[in-house]
T-cell receptor, first 111, second 113 residues
Framework: DQQVKQNSPSLSVQEGRISILNCDYTNSMFDYFLWYKKYPAEGPTFLISISSIKDKNEDGRFTVFLNKSAKHLSLHIVPSQPGDSAVYFCAATRSYGKLTFGQGTILTVHP | DGGITQSPKYLFRKEGQNVTLSCEQNLNHDAMYWYRQDPGQGLRLIYY???????QKGDIAEGYSVSREKKESFPLTVTSAQKNPTAFYLCASSKDTYGEKLFFGSGTQLSVL
């Protein structure tokens, strides 16, 4: 049972444009959501997070939006840069330690 | 320089063999975790530990074992009972018992000969 889904395996955008990565979840008990970024042969690194009491969180070029009624969150990267090319995982949690991850989306930003 | 060190980076297992993946952290974090990544799938939790000498099964613990004898160390043994061990294994830690923000090691790629 895939509780966190990233339905787009890959996304390709032009440098300077907006990248929008999407994530859907089924468990209404999730109350904290995170995005991680992963380069090949490396561990994921934390990017940005959002609590269920908010609907938006911004950090520089990265903004995460949460739509609780739709059980949907998205990560916006503006402007996109070639160094943003990586795999992006969304994750959700409702209890200690047990993050549930999506399948990941490969983002490619073309110069 | 604080961080999480996983070794080896690449590991090969023969049929019927147990292998142990090392994970060490010097972040003084209480909680540690083991995840498995397969192509096209998210990270799946194998085991986690909130405190020394205590650990809990994750979603896919069968065929794996762990120990937490020291705060800094959380080794994972892939036993011969794990029939499909080929994967990328990631160790992580978190400062708080509410471990929402994880710090990951660089991973170990395990393959079967």
């Amino acid at each position: 049972d895939q509780q966190v889904k990233q339905n787009s395996p890959s996304l390709s955008v032009q440098e300077g444009r907006i990248s929008i990565l999407n994530c859907d979840y089924t468990n209404s008990m999730f109350d904290y959501f995170l995005w991680y970024k992963k380069y090949p042969a490396e561990g994921p690194t934390f990017l940005i997070s959002i609590s269920s009491i908010k609907d938006k969180n911004e950090d520089g070029r990265f903004t995460v939006f949460l739509n609780k009624s739709a059980k949907h969150l998205s990560l916006h990267i503006v402007p996109s840069q070639p160094g943003d090319s990586a795999v992006y995982f969304c994750a959700a949690t409702r209890s200690y330690g047990k993050l549930t991850f999506g399948q990941g989306t490969i983002l490619t930003v073309h110069p | 320089d604080g961080g999480i060190t996983q070794s080896p980076k690449y590991l090969f297992r023969k049929e019927g063999q147990n292998v142990t993946l090392s994970c060490e952290q010097n972040l003084n974090h209480d909680a540690m975790y083991w995840y498995r990544q397969d192509p096209g799938q998210g990270l799946r939790l194998i085991y986690y530990s909130q405190i020394v000498n205590d650990f809990q099964k994750g979603d896919i613990a069968e065929g794996y074992s762990v120990s937490r004898e020291k705060k800094e160390s959380f080794p994972l043994t892939v036993t011969s009972a794990q029939k499909n061990p080929t994967a990328f294994y990631l160790c992580a830690s978190s400062k708080d018992t509410y471990g929402e923000k994880l710090f990951f090691g660089s991973g170990t790629q395990l393959s079967v000969l």
